[in-house]
Nanobody, 128 residues
């Protein structure tokens, strides 16, 4: 089995920063890409950022460009999401996702269907 465990969420004020971590583990685990998604109450789960495991290519939703940074530590099978200048609209449960299948010629880092495993989420609340 593959397990993803998020950490780092919390309650902060607008303008503050948080760093989320997602540690992946599992037998024969191999990740080709990992991403962060978020879901606010009553809203659909949406992509925040993604990163290809090998080359480290990054992808960001327009709403977080310039504020969030995704990175990974290959040796630790861990991805991070540095969130700066947080806004109330960033409030959501943040989920880590991993793709363990080989990437096709074209893949869609913002689509949930691209990922095989999901963490249980960590709550991020930004007050104004």
């Amino acid at each position: 089995q593959v397990q993803l465990v998020e950490s780092g969420g919390g309650l902060v004020q607008a303008g503050d920063s948080l760093r989320l971590s997602c540690a992946a583990s599992g037998r024969t685990f191999s990740s080709y890409a990992m991403g962060w998604f978020r879901q606010a109450p009553g809203k659909e789960r949406e992509s925040v950022a993604a990163i290809s495991w090998s080359a480290g290519n990054t992808y960001y939703a327009d709403s977080v460009k310039g504020r969030f940074t995704i990175s990974r530590d290959k040796a630790k099978n861990t991805v991070y999401l540095q969130m700066n200048s947080l806004k109330p609209e960033d409030t959501a449960v943040y989920y880590c996702a991993a793709r363990t299948r080989r990437l096709t010629v074209r893949w869609y880092p913002f689509q949930k269907a691209e990922y095989d495993y999901w963490g249980q989420g960590t709550q991020v609340t930004v007050s104004s």
